[in-house]
């Protein structure tokens, strides 16, 4: 059931979206959906809320059992279906699941015993949702908001696209895993420039902080120190947002250690759009100092 905008016309206007927000970000770092909120808006894509569930990740429900994973991402999708509406979403990992569960929901047989179970709460999975994430959306659609920037940016930005939007690359099809440039090039077209380095595509180690902490810090240790030379990174993965931004600090104990300052793609583009620093709510961000913020405020004027 629609939250909001509930009747038939409003529905099929273009560039409107069922808005998914994940878990992670609605209780970890609830002021990047703020922020996504803003800059969809100013692009002029319309974000319509739905009762979505969790996704839910693949490495979570689909360990105890396939077929309820299966079972919760197609409801997910059945949700959108219904009011004919395509699935933004703003998380990698939701993104991930969403996508290859529709891509397992394509054989007839698992379709079959998927819906035989949705149908006791009088629902049917039909396969003609779409889903996208953002940067995916905002890539394909570049020519239609590139013309709203007002303050390019004058940055040397790193960008880490994360895992699980780049693979598996065949379900995927977002971006070539071995050799990703779309955020860097989404960066560029801020005005900026994506600043490159060695280790661009390697794993952040954000999953593996809680098994294995010291693992995950060496494997973010390496990352940004191989980054020398950018002024700031960005991301588009909330998992990998958390990482960089939070766990961070943990390296700090380190003898001359400097954080790099994280933004999220959305927050660089609220920037480059016209939003104020406080406006896209970069103080929130941990790994910002007063320093990177005031760089900040020059740079947008």
């Known amino acids: 059931m629609l939250q ?12 409107r979206y069922a808005f998914f927000r994940g ?19 100013k692009v002029g894509i319309e974000l319509i809320d739905l009762n979505f569930g969790c996704c839910p990740f693949v490495g979570s429900v689909r360990d105890v ?25 703003l998380c990698t990992g939701c993104t991930m699941t969403l996508v ?17 179970e949705l149908a006791k709460a009088g629902k049917e999975y039909q396969g003609k949702v779409k889903v996208e ?17 007002t303050h390019p940016l004058d940055l040397r930005v790193a960008t880490h696209s994360g895992c699980h939007v780049l693979r598996p690359s065949a379900i995927m099809q977002f971006d070539d895993a071995d050799n990703p440039h779309k955020l860097d090039d989404l960066v560029n077209w801020l005005g900026a420039q994506a600043w490159d380095y060695d280790k661009k595509i390697e794993c952040c180690g954000g999953l593996a902080f809680a098994p294995f902490r010291d693992k995950s810090l060496n494997l973010l240790r390496q990352k940004i120190q191989s980054m020398a030379g950018a002024e700031c990174l960005t991301v588009v993965c909330p998992t990998c947002f958390t990482q960089y931004d939070r766990n961070q600090r943990l390296l700090g104990k380190e003898l001359a250690w400097k954080q790099m300052p994280v933004l999220h793609y959305l927050q660089l583009l609220g920037l480059a759009l016209g939003f104020s620093v406080d406006e896209m709510l970069i103080k929130q961000n941990r790994s910002c100092s007063k320093e990177f913020v005031g760089l900040l405020e020059e740079v947008v004027g």
């Open 65 to 89: 059992s396939d077929l309820d994973w299966l079972k919760m991402a197609a409801l997910n999708l059945v949700l959108a279906e219904e009011v004919g509406l395509p699935i933004i979403s």
């Open 23 to 41: 878990c992670n970000i609605p209780v970890r770092i609830p002021h990047l959906e703020a922020v996504a909120r803003l800059v969809f808006q």
């Open 4 to 15: 909001q905008h509930a009747d038939q016309n409003s529905i099929s206007k273009p560039n």
């Open 100 to 116: 290859e569960a529709k891509h397992r929901l394509e054989d007839k047989e698992t379709r079959a015993q998927v819906n035989a």
């Open 133 to 149: 994430f953002f940067a995916q959306t905002l890539y394909a659609n570049q020519e239609n908001w590139q013309e709203l920037i």
